[in-house]
């Protein structure tokens, strides 16, 4: 027996170590995955949201729609060949609604002046596509909120295009 050959222990335990890493490794990786749906959650987002009330908006906010009209006006082009027809709708709170409906009909003849003045200056690539719509937007945003409120309030709160036909 003492000439038999010692054989080297086996190594189980490095075997051990390997999987004890692994199992570790992917519960940090299970952990660093969760920390941030919990972490970041809003109270928001724990219940269910009331279908009446708009995304990001306070409870009790209702927009309503006050129409402005159709304008057709010659684009600024060589042979004055091409036209934009647009429909346009005020957007503003619906407390606001009766206001600016009477405001928008007592100062209508201004406003379609300037926007049939301001649009026929256009030309066909300032009036194309979504940046050009978006740009003319603001800016009849803008223009009719400093004519119908002097006092620098902005109760319209959007402008949005029900029709906007280039041909």
């Known amino acids: 027996m003492a000439n038999e050959k010692a054989e080297p222990p086996a190594k189980s335990g490095t ?6 890493f692994l199992a570790c490794a992917l519960l940090a990786l299970a952990a660093g995955g969760g920390v ?30 006050v ?17 934009l027809k647009v429909k346009i709708l005020l957007v503003c ?6 206001e600016l409906t009477d405001l928008v009909q007592k100062k209508k003849p201004l406003l379609k002046n300037w926007l049939i003045a301001h649009l026929s200056d256009k030309s066909l ?3 194309s596509g979504a940046a050009g719509m978006n740009k003319l937007r603001r800016e009849m945003w803008h223009q009719f909120n400093t004519e119908l409120y002097s006092d620098g309030s902005e109760k319209i709160l959007d402008i949005f295009f029900e029709e906007f036909v280039v041909q």
């Open 67 to 83: 129409p402005f009209g159709e304008i057709i006006v010659n684009l600024n082009e060589d042979r004055l060949t091409r036209y």
């Open 15 to 20: 075997r051990t170590t390997w999987i004890l």
């Open 93 to 98: 709170d619906i407390r606001e609604e009766k």
């Open 125 to 127: 690539q300032e009036v």
């Open 36 to 65: 941030p749906y919990f972490l970041l959650r809003t109270p928001a987002q724990d219940g269910p949201s009331k279908p009446d009330e708009p995304h990001g908006q306070s409870s009790g906010f209702k927009q309503a729609y």
